[in-house]
Every structure is written in C-alpha cells, then in structure tokens.
C-alpha cells in the first residue's frame, strides 16, 4: 500500500513537472508568432504568468475549485491550500475538507501541485491572444483574478464535484477546464481591445507573420512532450493499462492534426504553411485532451483529422469577423476545446479504461452524454466570458489595458520594459505601407 | 505483481517521452546546422516525420515488426496493433499474436508508444543529410515508406526474433536498428540526390556553415537528455541495477567523445571547432548505444575516445569524396552506428548485467560475437541500402525528388512553403564566389 | 523491498536526468545574456564543461567525496569510482568504503549519476561569471581542477559525512555544497581576471546588454524545471510526503522571488526588467535550495520574496564595486546560495518532513543552527575560495587566463574558435563609443 502511494505520487509529481515545461512551450511559441519589437514582453508575460498562478491558486483559487462547499464553489479550507486534509487516505478512510479529489491517493502538495500546473496552463493561454497591445501591469492582474476566481469556479463545477460533474459532464483532462476557458478568457479580452494597429486597414487583412520560427517549432515540440504529462498524468495514479492508453491516443490524435493541417492549408493556401501545421498539431493535442480515456485508438485519429481541419477553418474564419489573435490561440483552444469535450459525448465508450462516462452517439449511447457536455460548454461559456468581460472592462476604466499607438508601433519591448530581445542583429523596418507616406 | 507492471510501465512511458524529446533535439540540431533560406523546410521536415512515422507505424509497422511470423517478417496483428494480445502477461501466460515482445510486463500500448519513439527516430536521422534540397512531398512519401517496411523489417530481424537475434547479434539499444537504418536510407538517398549547389565547385569543397549554433549547442543537449530514455529505457522494465549501469556507461561515452573529437579537431583544424564537439556528442551516444548493458563504465570511456575521433575523420572523409551530408549524420548514426554494433563484439562481458551475450574479443570471447555483429551490419546494410534506393528511384521518376535549381538557390523556405523563418532580421546574401559575375 | 528499490532508483535517475538537463539552461542563460561574438564560446564553454565533469568526477572526485576516510576528505575507493561496495544495501547491511552515502538503497551507479550531475552544475557555475574573457583552454583546466579537487572536498564535509556534517550543518539540496562553492570559484576567477574591456571606462558603468533575451528566458524555463529534480531528487528516495512537500515549496519561493524581483526592478529602474525577473527566479530557486525540505511552504515565500530583492541589490552592488559578472551569477549563485544556507538557521521546524536539524530561530530553536549553518558559510568560503585563487594564478602563469585585447574586441568565437554562431545574420558593430576616434 505505501508502496503504491510513493509509485501513484512519482507519477503525478513526474508529469506534473511534464505539464510545468508547457510554460517554455507556450513562451516559444507566441514569441515565435509575434514580433521582433514585442518579444520582451511576450517573453516577461509567458514568464510571469507562472509565478502569478502559484501565488494565486495558492492563495484562494485551490480552496474554492476542490474545498467541500455546495454545488457551485468551494467554501472550506480556502486559504493556502490550509484546510484539513489527511492526504493520502482515499475513499472512505479519508477525512478533511478536499473531498473531490479525495479520489487519489497522493499526498496534499502533490494534488495541489498537479492542480497548479494546470491553472497556469488556462492562464497562459491569455497570453498569445492578447499579445502586441496588452499593457503588462494589466495583464498581471488579470491573471491574478483568472487564477483566483476564474478557472476555479469552472474547475469546482467539472472536477471539484460541483454541478456539472453531478449532470454527467465529463472532461478528462481539461478541454473544456482548462483550454475552453482559457479561450474565453481570451476572447472576452480582444473584444475590448481590439485588433493590433494596422492588421485590418482600409477593409484589408494584413498578415503580420512573427519574427521567428525556429522558436515557435521548438515551443510545439515542447508542448507536445508536455502533454504526454497532462493527458496520461490527469489518472493522478500510475494505472498501467490506462496510461499507456491515453499516451497512445493522445499522440494519434496530435500526429492527424498535423497530417489534416497541414494538407488542408496546402489545399487552401497552395503550400504547406508551417504555422498550420504547429497549430494543427496542438488543436489534435486539445481536442484529445477531454476525450483521450474514453475513446479508442481508431476514434483518436478521427478526432485529430477533424480537429487539424477545424483549426484552419478557424484561423481563417476569425480573421474574416476581425478578431484579431496573433498566434491562432483562439482557434486552438477554444474552438478545439469546445470540438473535444463534445467528442466526448460523440465516441466515448464505457470499454476503454473502465470509466462509465455512458457511450457517446456514435456507439449507441443516443445523445444523453452529448447532451450533459453541451450544458458543460455552454455554462462554461456563460460564466467564464461573462467574469473575464467584466473584470477586462474594470481594468481598462483603472489602470488601462492598452498601450498608447506610439507605444504600439516602436513596440511594447521599448515602452514596457526599456529593453530589446536582440540588440545586436539587425531588423527591418516593420512597413505600414498601407499609411501612405506617414511612415518612413 | 501488479505494483511491478505499473512500475514499469511508469519507466517505459517517461524513457518513451525522453525519447520523443529527441525529435525536438534534431530539428534543432538540423536547423542550425542548415542555412536560414532552408530553415522553414527544415522544421517543417522535422515536426511532419514523427507524425508520418506515428501513423505508418501504426498503420502496419508495428505488425511488420513484432507480429508472429517467419525469421524475416512479422505476419499476424499486421495492422493498426490490432492483434490478440493479453499483455501485461509475459513468458508462458502470454498469449497473443506479439510474441517476440512478451518479455516485458508491460500493456500492449505502452510497448508501441516505446517502439514507436525509435521509429521516428530512425526515420528523422535522414532528414538531415538530405536536407537543403530534397522536395518536401517526396520526404514525406519516403518517411511513409520508411516506417512501414524498412524500419520494421530490420526490426523483426534482430528485435522481432528474426533469423539475426538467432544468430546471436546483439543490438541493445538500437545502433543497427536504428542509427545505421537510418543511416543507410539516407545515404541511399544523397547518392540519388547529389550534393547541394556550390558544395563541391571547380574541384574546391566549399564549407557551408549553418546559421545558428545556439540551435544545434539546445539540439545536442536535447538528445543527449533524450538519450537518457533512449539507452536506459530499452530495458523496457525498471530494473535498478540495469538502468543505473546504463546510464552511466552512456553519459561516459558521450564525455570521453565531446573530449577526444574537440582534441582531434583543435589538433587537425588548429582551433576546437564547435560542431565537431556536439557531432562528437552524437557519435560517443551512438556507439555506445548497442553495447550500454553489455560493457563495463571503463570500456564506454574507450568506445565514447574512439567515437570521437571517428566521427571527425568521417565528416572529412565523406566530404573527400563528394557525399554532401549538411548536418554529419552520416558520420555520426552511419559510421558509429557499425562502429557501436562491432563494440559488442570487442568490449562485451557476460557479467555486466547478467544478459548472455558471450564475451566479446578482448574479454576472452574469441570472434564468435563479433562475427555475428559483423553479419548483423552487412545484412542490415544490404536490405536498407538496396529498398530505399529503390524507394528513392521511384520517387525521383514520379515526384521527383529534388527542387529546381532556382528554387535551391533562393531557398526552400520560399519555393516548397511560401515562408520565411526569420522575415524580420536582415540576412547576408549568400555570396556564390566561385560563380564569378553570376551573382551579384 | 525489491520494488522500492526499483522505485527509488527510478526516481534517483529520473530526477538526475533533470538536473542534467540544466546544463542546458546555463548554456542558454549564459549565451543569452552575453553578446553575439562570443556566442559560440560560451556554447563550447557550456557544453564542454559536463563532459569535463563526468571524467573528474569519475576519476577522483566521487572518491574523495563518498569515500570512507577522515573529516576533511574520503580516502578509500578514490579512482573510478571503484571501491568495495554493496549497494543497493542500506544501514548495517551496508558493506563497502561509501558508507556516507549508504543510507539510500540505490545501486552504486545511480548514486553516482545523481552525484555527478551536482558536480557538474557547480562546475558550469563558474563559466557564466567569467565569461567573454577567458581562454577556453584555462577554463577546460580550470573545470577539471574544480571538480577533481575543490567541489568533492566541500561536499565531503557536508554531504559526506565530514567535520560540517557531524557539527550539525545541514544543506539539503546544495545550496552551499553546489552553489556557494560555484559562486566562490567564479569570484576568485573574477578577481585575477579583472572586467571585461569597455566595462568600467572613465568612472562609468557602461551596461552590456545581452544578444538574445529569447535564449536566456528558455534557458531560466530549463532551470526551473530542472531544478524539480535538483531539489525534490535529493531525497534519493521516493518518499511520498517530502518529495510533495519540496516540489511545492521549490516553486512557491521561485514564484515569490519572480515578483518581488520584478516589482523591485520596476521601482528601482523604471521599468519591469525581463533579466531580473529571470535572475530573480534563479535566486528564489537557490535560496530554497538549502532549506526546501526544512522549512513551511509559508516561509519558503518569505525565503522567495527576500532572495528576489537580494539578487536585483546584489547585481547594482557588485557593478558598484566593479565586479564584473556578464550574467549575474554571483548574485544568483553565490549570494542566495549564502543567503538559503542561513535560511535553515532562521525558517527550519523539525516537524515539517521529519528531519531532526532542529528549529531554525524564528521557531524557537535559537542561534544554535544558525551559527552551524553559519560556519558552513564561512568555511567553504575559505577553503572554495584559496583553493580557486591558487588554481587561477597557477593557471595564469602558465597556459593564461585572458585573451588577448584584440581578440576579446573582435570577439572570442573567431579567436578561439574559428567560428561565428550566426554567419548569416547582420549585426551591429558593437559601439566603443568611450574611446572616442579609435574606433570606427
């Protein structure tokens, strides 16, 4: 038994330290998507946004995702994770205040660990979609708020044994938990922003390519390595048969989005578009992540294939209704987090590892399960995009949330942070041709 | 019982995503190693290959490889792991089609996901040494092929139970299985393809150098992290004194080579270049890649010197006689991938970790051992030599399988992807000197 | 029994591949932070220093560290690691010469590997604070000097059963025995070399920014990371509680020390300055690095917050006194290294992972631990320190310790090197501006 708990909190610390190294992939990619003049501060945001949500979870957001309370927060053990706990006891041997994950028979500061490391993903995931105009003060705070009162709310409806878990909502590993409301988050956030100064000009769309790709590769390869930490490891224990389950599906569903993405923009674009073929991979990665235990190999390759097609269509969709979203987070986490927590409810079945989730449509189970994933999406829209709207309006009458135009078009890196990621290599003039003869 | 599968299954997964890792490691590595005009194709080849090889190995290379069969090819369960199989069960209560592989105590996909990372490893080494002019669509076709009945086929030979592990070759870790495969199938390739534009001019061996030693400096360190899984995970079971043994012979082999390549080439070049030192890198990890169980930390320091020192004189030696490898993977996965193979037949001590390999020459064991790793390097090279020739043959007549000569000129970021991986840092234009007033 | 220790020597090794993959973060933290010219010395510099390390340390220094012997260093077993030795045998079953490091029940090489890769971190220490001025060959001396003689002998004290040990000195994870040891290698270093040219001219400080603030923000990802296995490794065991309890606090102290570095930096300059966030990070994770297991995840962000501050102080005063350190390792290193050894002496409570050190002062425990863990400090100074200045000056008598001026204005890449880390991309000269018509 005590061998087990030392094995089962290896394995959650282990990936755990997996889905901590997301951090690097994340900063790599928006760096790499954005450019030379505002990677500064890509950089200090993806950099703090970590620290942030330490701090933050710590502080309040464990105590009302997992605090015994009623069916919509956490109301006990609220502070600094300080509540009564005699972790690692299970099931009816345990006694304290975190009851739903009471499941897992790990110590307290690893569930909290594991826990942490997944609010800070839906936090940095702000990040990439708010880049270029984003005052950094502003964004501090708002991660302060997401970490505290945001993802924790949603995370006590779906894993804190609120509502939603109660209806039959299922989400594995965070589409909707952490990749959904990351992008509502998000979305709430460019809607009051607005777009970056010059991308849509005179009915145009300007494509403003990032600075560089050798960085934004080697941020998807790091995410990809992460997930095999933040699918497999959300068992919380080292169960054989499903862990090496769920690696399997999960890298199928990744290795056919980058085959759909990157066919698809060939088709559409004429050539296989590089950053197609990133963000096909991690819309695989996120739309696998709710359903990765549930479904089986054959169906993972069916989800990625879709989800590779789903991404494109949505970059290109968002940038005709001019949202503008420098890195494409938007159509990666949240179109693909709402497409896989519905895939749920589509191929799911009760055979896989031995979770009765109900079959999904596509295997007999009629529309019971798509149904209570629906609610789940939606309610988490409802909530998530509601809050974050609100707190973005607050911050924008405060402190303000964007920089001045000046400061925007010399670059956040200069007026931000008095700094350049590279003072040695020689840049171009970014051109606004489309200013006529203002611009040099 | 059951607390051992999941311990092992543990280390088999986490030694599988180290491996996994390592396709970060080359793109880096190959990237760097390229100039900044190719490096979009490069990344774009490096993150496509271990998709390809997810699904084709999937698709039928798993069956190929593992499935019951006769002495040269797996040929129940060919397709998707689709099989009978009971695993975790191994030895007399195994029953299932995957025979050759129910040594380990391990579930059926935690095996594959194994299997698979060396795979793609196999497959992304000819990435490098045909980079800088290979059309992307044909290297794609090719990693299918690759991973569906090269790969595979080698595999069943001396990991499947194939008539080479009947014959007494040992091959740990893969040095023949996977670096000289890949090595074969990419000199099979650059002997169709032809060097690049300008290397070999007038009689003169122009050096390209690549654009970006920070690059490859994060690649080498990557896979020689991943190398940790490599090597060390082949155990496929977390057995302490193995996997300890292991990684010490494999991190020493890899000092002694960084020493004696960066000695050997201060000496032959007059100053310690840096690529020499992390090819070195490569090649100590390679060598020591089939014999890391069987010899002792004293022998990996030798084999890492020897290592080293082969590793500089074949970049040198292959550039004599006009084989144009980029990146030196030739040198480093072909020319100590047989090196490491023979080193079992040279160093190998029966008592290390208790596996019956005989001894090798130097330990008494006469020649028995090392003829059988001879035969295990000819007949490796003979079938991946001749199937991918004639892969790359039919690709040259479909697709072909190189760019237009313009198009190599300007680069293949823009002709092959219609992109540019640093669009905003100026670049020198590559001076083609020796072309006289052609270029300006 | 057998399964623990296949458990903990799975977690030994797991963990030990994570600080390994450190180096690779000192590799980018330190190029980052350096200018362009010297991009690919300090690459040789970083990659060569673990290899240099892996053969010291296995030649003598894990000898003199582990071996049994005197209080000041071990006198048996001393080459290759190669004395008598019954591990994974524990307590009274122990047999063998390493009897200091017995009480973990790992094979010996696991041992060893997860030592070694400590070594190697006070080693690559060193190459930060002295470089863009050093002879690459003076610092390969240097290294195997550092980790045959000087890190073994301090560890020995400490970690080794020595005269540190039995007075009651307590460093869980190296705060002392890796960093401090490293900083005052590097200091002494310093001092014979002098500042970089141009760094101190005509009563100014002039600033050298770094060339690549993407590198040195991966590379501090990479620590922090890695440093999940520095601290919660040291455990050598996979003992449920502690390792939870040190994964959290490890964080929490760096999460503490990113803000309160940044806000401090922030007030202070002006500006929120992205290179002392990161080193702020760095301290935060080396002043917990002593205390991680000792102390309540409530202090471990008092220890976080104040090593922030004490970094952004440390770089402004070591610049005041004309110690020029290009990446600010003293301040991470050698100042929070001091700094958490006397945090064991202040936040230490016995009840915390069930170590008895005694209570530190703020928990009732008096001046007693803290004047051991002073005494700590201050020994390691004088021995660490003599010992480097001996080397240094042996070292400059004969091979030379500095470039030449022309060479360290041209850059060393091409002095020592032959080599350039980016021949593709356009740079600026660098500006001498203080030396007026001089230069171009």
């Not at 006694?95 to 660990?113: C, D, E, H, N």
């Not at 702000?126 to 984003?134: D, K, M, P």
């Not at 590993?173 to 509502?184: E, F, I, P």
């Not at 990765?292 to 940038?319: E, K, M, P, R, Y």
Request: proline fraction near 3%; charged fraction near 10%.
């Amino acid at each position: 038994m005590e061998l087990k708990v030392a094995l089962d909190t290896m394995w959650v610390l282990v990936t755990a330290m997996l889905v901590f190294f997301m951090n690097l992939g994340f900063a790599m990619v928006e760096a790499g998507f954005a450019r030379m003049k505002n990677c500064v501060n890509i950089l200090s945001k993806n950099f703090i946004v970590f620290a942030v949500s330490s701090l933050g979870f710590l502080a309040l957001g464990w105590g009302l995702m997992f605090g015994d309370g009623n069916a919509f927060v956490g109301l006990k053990g609220l502070f600094f994770a300080g509540g009564l706990d005699n972790s690692p006891a299970t099931g009816l041997a345990y006694q304290g205040v975190y009851s739903a994950i009471s499941w897992t028979g790990v110590p307290l500061w690893a569930k909290f660990f594991f826990q942490l490391v997944f609010c800070g993903t839906a936090a940095t995931i702000v990040s990439g979609v708010v880049a270029e105009r984003i005052k950094y003060k502003s964004f501090i705070f708002f991660t302060f708020i997401m970490t505290m009162f945001i993802y924790p709310v949603i995370g006590h409806w779906i894993w804190g044994g609120g509502w939603l878990a109660q209806k039959g909502m299922f989400d594995f590993a965070g589409s909707t938990v952490v990749h959904s409301v990351g992008g509502w988050a998000a979305l709430s956030g460019v809607l009051i922003l607005g777009p970056r100064f010059g991308k849509y000009h005179n009915g145009n769309i300007n494509p403003i390519p990032g600075h560089n790709l050798s960085l934004a590769t080697l941020g998807t390869f790091v995410l990809w390595f992460g997930w095999f930490g933040f699918n497999p490891g959300s068992t919380m224990a080292a169960d054989p048969l499903a862990i090496s389950h769920i690696a399997v599906t999960t890298n199928t569903a990744a290795a056919a989005a980058v085959m759909s993405s990157t066919i698809i923009s060939w088709m559409l674009l004429g050539k296989p578009d590089l950053g197609m073929t990133l963000n096909g991979c991690l819309a695989g990665l996120v739309a696998i992540t709710a359903p990765c235990a549930f479904v089986s190999v054959g169906s993972s390759i069916l989800i990625g294939l879709i989800a590779g097609i789903l991404v494109v269509l949505a970059v290109i969709g968002f940038d005709r209704i001019r949202i503008d979203d420098p890195v494409g987070a938007l159509s990666v986490h949240l179109v693909n987090g709402i497409f896989g927590t519905l895939c749920i409810g589509i191929f799911a079945q009760d055979k896989i590892t031995g979770v009765a989730t109900g079959n999904g449509l596509l295997f007999g189970g009629g529309t019971k399960l798509l149904l209570a994933q629906f609610t789940g999406v939606v309610s988490t829209a409802a909530y998530t995009f509601i809050v974050s709207l609100l707190t973005w309006a607050v911050l924008k009458a405060t402190l303000g949330i964007r920089v001045s135009l000046q400061e925007e078009i010399e670059g956040l890196d200069i007026g931000e942070h008095g700094n350049s990621a590279y003072p040695e290599f020689l840049g171009r003039k970014p051109a606004y041709s489309f200013l006529g003869t203002k611009n040099g």
